[in-house]
Structure formats: C-alpha cells, structure tokens
C-alpha cells in the first residue's frame, strides 16, 4: 500500500512538468493582455476572453493556414496511402526473384535516415525552376515522399500479419489478386490502415523545415510557418500566437488518441515526427 | 504452408510478377525523384561553382570553417545531453508504470501529450515559459522573492544550449517512455518468476534480467531519436534562431543559414553531407551494435 503511494507520488511529479507548459499556453490565449503577465503569475482566477481567438481568425490570416495546412496533410496522406499500400502488398505478398522485396523495403526505410536539410536543398531548386515555389501542390508532392516510406513500412507489417491461406483460398476460386486484395485483404487491415492515415496526417501537420522553405506568402502557408513568422519577429503577440498554438496542437491530440493502439509501432517506424 | 504458396506462385508467377511491378512502380518513381535523384543533384552542387565549373573549394573550405566546427560540436552536445536525460527519464517513467496500477492508461496518455504537438508550438510554449522579463519561470520565482534579473534562461550566453536542451527533454522524453514501456511489457514473465524464487533483489533483478532483455528496444529507441537529434532545427530556430550570439547554433542550422541566408548553395550542400555522412556513420554502428546484441540478448 505504501509503495503505490509512492508511485503515484512519482507519477504525479511527472505529470506536473509535463502538462504545466501546456496549460499555461491555453490560459495566455484566454487572458486580456493586462492579466498574461500578471506578477505573481495568474494560476487560475482570471477573466476569460476570446479576442485573441477572434483576433487570429479575423484580423490575422491563421484561418487561411488551418485550411492550408488541412489540405496539404490530407491530400499528401490520400496519395501517399494509394501508392504506398499498393506497394506495401506487393513487397509482403508478392515474392520477386533474388530477395528484392528485401532490398526494396530496405533501400525505402534508407531514404529516411537522410536529415532534411539534405533534401531540401536540392528540392528548393527542383521546385524553383518547375515553378511551383509557394504552391500548395510543391508541399503536398513533397509530404508524399516524405511520408511513403512510412506508410510502406506500417501497411507491409499489417499485410504479413493476416494469414495468406485467406487470399490463396480466394485465388484458387479464381479471383485475381486484386480482386482478392480489395475484397478479402483490405478489410481485414482497415483498422491498421485508418491507424496509418492518421500518422500520416500528423506528420504533414507538424511539418515545418519544408514548409518554411517552400511556402513564403501568405495564401499558402501553413500553420506551423504562420506561427513561426510571428514569433520571431520584434514584438510578438502573445496571446494570438498561443490562440494559434493551440489551433496547432488541438487536432493532433485528437487524432493520436484515436489511433493510440497503433502508436508503438508508428512510432518505432517514425510516426509523428518525419 | 510454403508449400501452397509455392504451388500458388508456381501457377501465377509470372503475372504475380508483373502485378509487384505494376504496384511497386509508382512508389519507387516517387521515392527516387524526391529523395535519391536530389541526392545526386546535391553532389553536383557540392562539386560546382555558380558557373557549373568543377571544384572541390566547397569541401576545402569546410576544413577552416571554424564556425561550422563549433555548430557541429554544439550539436553533438545537444545530441548528447538530450538523449541521455531522455533515456534516464523515459526509463524511470517505463519503470514506474510497468505495473498493475488504477489509471495506467489516463497516466500513460498524459505523460505522451507533449510527443504529439508540432515542434514550432512546443518552442511558442517554452518561449512563454523562458522569458526573462514576464515568463513564467522568472514570474514565479519574482513572486517568491527571487532575484532574477541574472536568470536569462534561452537569452543567456551561458544557459542557452541547456534551456534548449530541456525543452527538447520536455517534449521527446515521453517517445522514450512509450518505447521502452511497450518493450517491458513484452518481456518474457519466466526469468522474474525464477528470480523471485531465488530471492534476488529489485536492483539484481533490474541489472541482471530486465536491462539486458531490454537492451534491444533501448538500442532502437536510441537510434531514432538519435537521428532525430543530429538534425535539430524547428525547436531551436524558434526558441533562438542560434543564438544568443552562435551559443545554440546546430549543424541544420548553420546549412539553412548559409544556403537560404546567404544563398550559397554550393556550399550548403557540401556542408550537408557532413552532416549525412555523420548520421549515416552513427547510425550504421548502432544498427550493427543491435544485430550484433540482439541473439545474445535472446540467449541469456
């Protein structure tokens, strides 16, 4: 008894580090700007205001970001889910010669471990002289090679794990491999698959080296960019960056405690963050 | 079992092969032209001037870049500090919730929520916290009586890297405590029994059993932050761009300076592939490490 007393005496000096920070951010987007900086520090007893809410929305361009960044995360994860659940299946299920399904999904896992910075140099000039700097399209194109390689890695493990005798007795009635794949296969990894898209989409959203390089003006910039112009400019408001700091963070807590079973092996393949 | 899937291979082969084709090849094409083909493009700019003349003056120039040496020092210190503290901590937190206890989940859940929150918004938040002036840290201390006018915090030429260091401490510990509790959780229950009729103690059996089957998923764990940390950027170019001064300039940092700052490419990229050829060699020991261990892990 005495020591469970102890572990969450432990536990609850772990907690309190960690959710301070973010408690305190959303009290600074609900405080009048005479309250935010109170000393002593306002805990709890402070009148709540959401003018920095409205401020972010209607004077500021954060509406334009949320739309930009939802688009860009959402159709960057769509392709990337087709493309990479496709050649997910073939790397589990269809065997080539010489260990190849091997090599491809090792070479794939390998494009990963390349620090961004890396890429993004050569990607800057690629997308410059296409012309499509400070397009939606450039960053959505981009997220897909940034995140198939993740998707592969997730939707190969779900594959493997259903048993083949499942497809094969399909096959031996005589329905093709796709046919058995969308009818018999698919469904039996819709759940890993939902898991996957919502990694997907967290990636995208958190995402800011890319962004910042490729999305400069402000109807096509994304969240994290929007925010990041703003803080490290001379005087900052605080109250509208921390509205807009929680607009950030609110739907990734959402999406992650949804797919909160799957998010060891997301993470172990580098979910969350790029 | 292999031997269905032979016969059915045996029968579909060669349309198998060239539905894997067919499947695989838009993957491929897309991975190659986003990141292998800017790789070779990159090379070439390492190896160029602006006029597209051969040189390798970018990867000379490296050499007495006493700037970038102390970048990369500086990340190798981040690097350092912060998964070692992330380690010790994620460890303890692993520890302490690897047990039957009521509220696991909501606990568990709670410790994570840091992970998941875009970088740019953990450095807003730290920035609200460190300020010297009206931050929360320096509010609180003030209001206990403190003087703080010394306490710079990420302001301060001396405690910038380590308030750097600490934020990324605050948001990542939790990735190391989920890592290791899943890999606790699925160690085998028999060497504990027998532990227990020996009548080891918790550090014997800590030292002797739970380390050594865990060193698998420690030296995972390890490798992806480890690859996360040499790259550093978003937290700290909003926290302190590098600064004060160059105290918490890291090795992206320095590249994105110099080729989107400066507009030198040429020489961003050739510094790039010190940074590539750093994380490839870490990370290529530690992957060697881990097959290396893992049988005599399985074995004890």
């Known amino acids: 008894m005495r020591r469970q007393a102890w572990v969450y005496l432990l536990l609850v000096a772990a907690l309190l580090p960690t959710l301070l920070p973010i408690y305190w951010v959303v009290t600074i987007s609900l405080k009048s700007v005479v309250d935010q900086f109170a000393v002593p520090p306002l805990w709890f007893r402070f009148a709540a205001t959401g003018e920095h809410y409205r401020d972010i929305f209607f004077v500021r361009p954060f509406g334009r970001y949320l739309w930009n960044s939802g688009v860009v995360a959402a159709v960057a994860t769509l392709l990337a889910l087709v493309l990479g659940t496709a050649a997910a299946y073939a790397l589990a299920r269809l065997p080539m010669k010489r260990n190849w399904n091997r090599h491809l999904s090792f070479w794939i896992l390998s494009t990963r471990m390349i620090p961004p910075i890396v890429t993004i ?17 450039a960053l959505i194109v981009v997220y897909v090679g940034f995140t198939l390689p993740f998707v592969i890695w997730m939707m190969r493990g779900f594959f493997e794990e259903v048993p083949p005798e499942l497809e094969e007795a399909a096959l031996m ?31 995208a959203w958190n995402e800011f080296l890319f962004a910042l390089i490729l999305t400069q003006t402000d109807t096509v910039m994304t969240l994290p960019v929007g925010i990041a112009g703003r803080v490290t400019q001379y005087e900052i408001k605080w109250g509208a960056m921390s509205a807009a700091g929680v607009l950030a963070m609110l739907p990734v807590f959402l999406f992650a405690l949804a797919a909160q079973r799957y998010l060891v092996r997301g993470l172990s393949l580098g979910a969350v963050k790029g | 079992m292999a031997e269905t899937q032979e016969s059915v291979h045996g029968e579909l ?53 006493r700037l970038f040496g102390t ?40 410790l994570l929520l840091p992970m998941l929150m875009p970088p740019v918004v953990a ?47 605050w948001q990542w510990t939790p990735f190391m405590f989920l890592l290791l509790l899943a890999g606790l959780q699925s160690l085998p229950a028999e060497p504990y029994e027998a532990a227990q009729m020996d009548g080891a103690t918790r550090w014997q059996v800590f030292r002797d059993i739970t380390w050594p089957l865990l ?20 937290q700290i170019f909003i926290l302190t761009e590098g600064g004060p001064g160059f105290a918490t300039e890291t090795a992206s940092l320095y590249i994105y300076r110099n080729a989107f700052r400066f507009v030198n490419f040429h020489y961003g990229a050739a510094l790039s592939f010190v940074l590539l050829a750093i994380t490839t060699v870490v990370s290529l020991w530690l992957i060697r490490m881990l097959r290396g261990r893992t049988p005599a892990a399985e074995r004890s």
Not at chain 2, 215 to 234: C, I, Q
């Open chain 2, 215 to 234: 060193r698998p998923t420690v030296l995972v764990a390890v490798l992806l932050r480890l690859l996360d940390l040499l790259r550093v950027f978003d």
């Open chain 2, 123 to 169: 450095a807003v938040i730290w920035r609200l916290l460190y300020n010297p002036s009206f931050g929360l840290i320096n509010g609180t201390l003030q209001s206990l009586g403190v003087d703080t006018s010394g306490l710079l915090w990420i302001a301060g030429q001396r405690t910038a890297l380590a308030s750097v260091i600490l934020v990324d401490v």
């Open chain 2, 71 to 110: 970048a990369l020092l500086q990340t190798f210190l981040y690097t350092a500090g912060a998964l070692a503290l992330e380690l010790a901590l994620g460890l303890l937190l692993a520890l302490l919730l690897n047990r039957s206890l009521a509220g696991r989940n909501l606990f568990r859940t709670l």
């Open chain 1, 121 to 137: 140099l050569p990607l800057f000039l690629l997308v410059r002289d296409v012309g499509l700097l400070n397009t939606r399209l």
């Open chain 2, 13 to 65: 082969g060669r349309a198998d092969r060239r539905l894997a084709l067919l499947l695989l090849a838009p993957a491929v094409l897309v991975l190659f032209t986003l990141s292998a083909y800017p790789l070779f493009y990159s090379i070439r700019l390492s190896l160029t001037t602006p006029t597209g003349a051969w040189t390798p003056g970018h990867f000379q120039r490296i050499f007495s870049d």
């Open chain 1, 173 to 203: 009635d005589g329905s093709s491999r796709l046919r058995a794949l969308r009818d018999i296969v698919l469904p039996l990894v819709a759940p890993g698959l939902a898991a996957t898209a919502i990694f997907c989409l967290i990636i």
